[in-house]
């Protein structure tokens, strides 16, 4: 579980990076944890799941654009806390 409640400008910044960023997505994947701390969000440790993928460039690219037309709607942030999902 995902302490607090992240700003629009962290959560933006985050979708950026894992729209473009290679390294990030193999930060985001090997540890999680320390990746969403970097960006002071702190997750749960028991929370991530041992097996874990992320959702293509693409996809995330289109929820970054998602969540810039509509900042209220926070449900891209599904992609911080089900990392296993795909």
């Known amino acids: 579980m995902i302490k607090g ?3 629009n400008d962290t959560i933006a910044k985050i979708l950026d990076q894992l729209a473009t960023s290679h390294d990030f997505r193999e930060q985001m994947l090997g540890d999680p944890v320390a990746a ?3 960006h002071g969000i702190e ?12 959702p293509s460039m693409a996809d995330i690219a289109t929820m970054r654009d998602q969540f810039r037309a509509n900042p209220q ?14």
Do not use: E, H
């Open 5 to 7: 409640s992240p700003s």
């Open 43 to 54: 997750v749960a440790p028991n929370d991530v799941p041992a097996t874990r993928s992320l």
């Open 36 to 38: 969403m701390k970097a």
């Open 73 to 86: 709607d926070k449900s891209c942030i599904a992609v911080f806390i089900v990392i296993g999902a795909k």
